[in-house]
């Protein structure tokens, strides 16, 4: 089935440990994006990669990273997790042709750090 | 800075029309989206606006004002199960999506 896996759906860490956000998509989509959402506020972008081998900070890239070696995945990493990463992070993509750019969404991780 | 202002919460019975608003003030202006996101899931495309008017699909219609800086999403024949979360989300000069913090739709019967 066409679309975006992440892996897990949910796990809890503890602070100071490191946790790498897997995502892939089969879609062929050149553009990826990582956000977190929490209660009551939008969704924010922390980072986004426009193709393969390029990436770029969004709004809250402060404490990860991510890397693009493909086209179908794109991994976030929480360097040393602190309890504010506690968030439902969702990856996107976009690319497809006549759509606008839409973004399509992943099912979540629902990240807890304690 | 950038904002976009969407309703928290909204009820409507089961059957009606319900309007959601959004307004926007953005660095460019790229196209307007909407999501639908239900509770504990992914966000789900719904519209795409980027020039002015009305555009329709099904039961779901959103308009655009870029002028006045607003975007609405209109659900008509309201069923159970459009109750969640209606996410508004500018593109920006820098082709990035802004996102409003959502609207929770409750349905009753």
């Known amino acids: 089935i066409a679309g975006i896996t992440q892996a897990p759906t949910s796990q809890i860490l503890a602070a100071g440990r490191r946790m790498t956000l897997r995502c892939t998509q089969d879609m062929r989509h050149n553009a990826m994006y990582w956000y977190r959402q929490d209660l009551g506020l939008g969704l924010r972008l922390i980072h986004y990669s426009n193709t393969a081998g390029t990436t770029g900070k969004g709004e809250v890239p402060d404490g990860y990273s991510v890397s693009r070696a493909n086209t179908d995945d794109f991994p976030l990493t929480l360097a040393s997790a602190v309890p504010s990463q506690t968030s439902v992070y969702f990856c996107?993509?976009?690319?497809?042709?006549?759509?606008?750019?839409?973004?399509?969404f992943g099912p979540g991780t629902r990240l807890t750090v304690l | 800075g950038q904002n976009i202002d969407q309703p928290t919460e909204m009820t409507a019975t089961e059957g009606a029309i319900v309007q959601i608003n959004c307004t926007y003030q953005?660095?460019?202006?790229?196209?307007l989206f909407w999501y639908q996101q239900h509770a504990g899931e992914a966000p789900t495309f719904l519209s795409y606006n980027v020039l002015d008017g009305l555009e329709e699909k099904g039961r779901f219609s959103s308009f655009l004002s870029r002028s006045k800086g607003y975007s609405y999403l209109l659900l008509k024949e309201l069923q159970m199960k459009d109750s969640a979360s209606y996410l508004c989300a500018v593109r920006d000069s820098n082709y990035q999506l802004i996102w409003g913090a959502g609207t929770k739709l409750i349905i009753k019967p």
């Open positions: 953005t660095s460019g202006f790229n196209g």
């Open positions: 996107a993509s976009s690319g497809g042709r006549g759509d606008a750019d839409t973004q399509y």
